[in-house]
């Protein structure tokens, strides 16, 4: 019988702490925060709208990133004229040794 009673005052204790626990709760929500309200509504929309706001500039970042890679290839790429002529020059030194070589194993 006396376990049946702490059970039942343990369980008492329990609820009220619950209740007290909602009080609490409700009362800290009620409240105003330097005016801006802190309510769980407010507070979901709030933190839905942050999301969404670093979503968007993740965005814009990973665009601008984008566009800087195509900026930077376009800017890279060689004019074909340069390259043509980088391999011609390169083409002429190698026959100007060539020649040197030929001279050098003639005599």
């Known amino acids: 019988m006396e376990g049946l009673a702490m059970v039942h005052e343990s369980y008492k204790l329990l609820i009220l702490a619950k209740?007290?626990?909602?009080?609490?709760?409700?009362e800290?929500?009620?409240t105003?925060?330097?005016?801006?309200?802190?309510?769980?509504a407010?507070?979901?929309?709030?933190?839905?709208?942050?999301?969404d706001f670093f979503d968007e500039v993740q965005r814009s970042i990973e665009g601008e990133m984008k566009n800087a890679?195509?900026?930077?290839?376009?800017?890279?790429?060689?004019?074909p004229m340069a390259e043509l002529m980088e391999i011609v020059g390169g083409f002429c030194?190698?026959?100007?040794?060539?020649?040197?070589?030929?001279?050098?194993?003639?005599?």
């Open 19 to 26: 209740a007290a626990t909602m009080k609490s709760r409700q």
């Open 93 to 107: 030194k190698a026959m100007t040794k060539s020649k040197h070589f030929q001279q050098e194993v003639e005599k």
């Open 69 to 79: 890679e195509i900026q930077l290839s376009l800017e890279q790429y060689t004019n």
């Open 32 to 40: 105003d925060v330097k005016g801006a309200s802190i309510e769980r």
């Open 28 to 30: 800290f929500y009620d």
């Open 42 to 51: 407010f507070i979901v929309t709030y933190r839905r709208m942050e999301v």
